[in-house]
């Protein structure tokens, strides 16, 4: 069990008291991440009282305590997993070796660009989602997204401690760039794209917690394999608190659906104008937002054939999701097929070594996990009796990285002239116009209990509190 110190200036059950240079550097970096939350972070709300989860161990059972706490208050820690005794390298060339406390130097800018990518999307996602307190369906709501927020910031921390912990006057600078780039900025954007996509409605919040965050339960899994063992326990821990980040998606556009099938069933329709006009997000709507974010969310897994892929496995920095379950860690000369664009209009396969293709097994392993959710909402619209099946669209479509960056296709993946995607692409991304009808929706509901006309309540309320609770005291 490790030693953990919730008194300290920093929560941390990484001995921070005993390395006092490390311990006075973080505490430079804590104003300036204060100052950034104050001018970043959720705009207003800052004296409220929030019923939030904080990290308090790394325990399963006892990890988390619950009260209201404003934000600027909330205790931003740092969490490693337990170590593992005498763990091993589990994959690549380096398998069955012990694990690096260090990071060797031939690997340290490939780590450290690592961990300032991971790093980078953590404050980038609470930039994005800053304005969206004010339009919160509920306190409920309010409240799940605020422990996201401070919880995304609590990662930012975890990145920050292994770049100043392990690299040096290199570390900290990024640690202050961390700081300096903006979601959106033209000049000083998020390093990956999604995180610099706008987001000022709640159906968005919802797509991007399940997807995107979804895209962090992989890498992060991906991390958690690897031989540089800080940042294994790091990301194991991390992964503890991003289950509830998928669950406010998964159970928000769930909502969102139930809303919708009850006033379809109210008023006996399916017409899309009738239900806009009823207040509702119409189910072609949601298809659309999904398209729009599991797309955007699959270009952050990275070209289909990647060198940088291959080396990072190949040397312990980065493995597999849940790198056990696959048969083969070495992978030194096995073989992949990938479908790539033919330059004819059409579509061939391509074989390619598993080591380049480690992206696009990665990604195809997340797209599994998204159909989870796909095949929950899809009962509950067959058993409301409507005839509508959300789909996933192909990992062909709409990509902007990758061997099918830029290729027009259909939903379906399949290679169709410009011409015809732009005359199609309004049946299947969001128009301006279906922005600003989501957005029309978003207004406050701010009573204990109450939702606003376009979303279900919950199933049940947080920690076992009723979904009455007054969740944040406004
Ligand atoms: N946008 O060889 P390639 C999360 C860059 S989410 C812009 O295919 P590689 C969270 C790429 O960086 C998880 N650029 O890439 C979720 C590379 O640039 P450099 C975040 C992109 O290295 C919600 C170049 O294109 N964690 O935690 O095989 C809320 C060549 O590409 C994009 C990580 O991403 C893009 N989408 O793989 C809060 C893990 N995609 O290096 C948090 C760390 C690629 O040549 N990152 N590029 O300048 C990585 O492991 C890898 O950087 C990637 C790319 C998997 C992203």
Redesign the pocket.
Known sequence: MSNIDLQALIPNNVHLGENRQLQRALEHWQPAFLNWWDEMGPSDFKAREVYLRTAVGVDAQGWASYGYTPMPDYRWGIFLADKEEGRKIGFGDFMGQDVWQDVPGEYRSTFR??IV??GD??P??VEQQRMLGHTAPSLYDLRNLFQVNVE?GR?LWAMVYLLHAHFGRDGREEAEELLERHSGDPDKPR????FNEPMDNWLSFFC?TYF??R??KF??K??AESAFDPLARTTRFMLTEEAH?MFVGETGIGRVIKRTLEVMKELDTEDVATLRKAGVIDLPTVQKFLNFWFTSSL?????EA????AN?FSNGI?GRPDEPKFADHVESDTEMTIQVPDGKGGMKGETITVRNGI?EVTRLEYVKDCNVGVTRWNMGIKRAGVNFELKLPSTRFRRQ??VWANVPTTPGGYPISQAEYDAKKDDWLPTAADLAYVKSLMQRVAEPGKMAAWIAPPDRGINALPVEYEYVKL
Request: no cysteine; glycine share 10%; net charge negative.
């Open positions: 660009r690592l990518t991971q999307t953590e980038a996602s995304e990662h390093i990956l794209g999604t991007f995107t965050d895209d962090g890498q992060l991906s991390f980040h270009d952050l897994f990275g070209s990647s060198s940088n892929a990072y980065k992206n990285v990758g």
